[in-house]
């Protein structure tokens, strides 16, 4: 049976290179990969790249309102098998995306590879993101380390150069906003102690 797979980690954390990584693999031995990515991810324009320089451009661009199941299904329909789904920033998905990714692999037989952050900036979960926590076969954390050294579990924003621990989830091309990869300790020192600030 084809599994739905989750592999996560920090930002900086290399899931974008070790996606590629899985897609050179795949194809050095003759199959066929398809790679995706949320359509609300716009930084690299219908791309995957990763921090080393490596580019991909996607198969497909998930919408809020596509389904992923039905988009793979147009692509198969040349009659050319696919091995394997690939798909890069998981936690933009929404539940039910992530819900139709465990039905190509159980259902259609081809393995999902997902990649993505687990919590936000303000250390709450994404909803694609805790969809695929509760239902992916396997988990897997891609480790990086903090500015300390240790390693780094949490994501922090920063806007010109500073910490802030409020505004939306998502801040794709808003101006000056980066993110660094922390520890708890050096997150909490940096929050003043703050964790989920967002949340209602």
Known sequence: MAKLYFRYGAMNSGKST??????FNYEERGHR???AKPAVDTKAEGEIASRLGMTRRVEILVGA?????????????????????????AQFL?????????????????????????????TIAFPG??????????LEELKTICRCGRK??????????EFV??????????????????CGNCYLEA???RLGAGRA
């Open 94 to 122: 929404t539940t039910w995306q992530v819900d139709e990714l465990l039905r190509i692999a159980v259902l259609d037989g081809i393995p999902v590879l997902a990649y993505g952050i687990r919590t936000d900036f303000q």
């Open 191 to 193: 929050s003043h102690g």
């Open 152 to 161: 780094a579990i949490f994501n922090g924003r920063r806007v010109a150069g």
């Open 33 to 35: 990969v398809v790679l």
């Open 18 to 23: 070790a996606l590629l990584q899985a897609a």
């Open 165 to 182: 621990f409020d505004g939306g989830q998502v801040a794709i091309d808003q101006g000056e906003v980066s993110y660094e990869s922390m």
């Open 65 to 89: 309102e596509d389904s992923p199941r039905e988009q793979l299904a147009a692509l198969v329909a040349d009659g050319q098998p696919i091995s394997c789904l690939l798909v890069d920033e």
């Open 129 to 138: 993101s805790q969809r695929l926590l509760e239902i992916a076969h396997s």
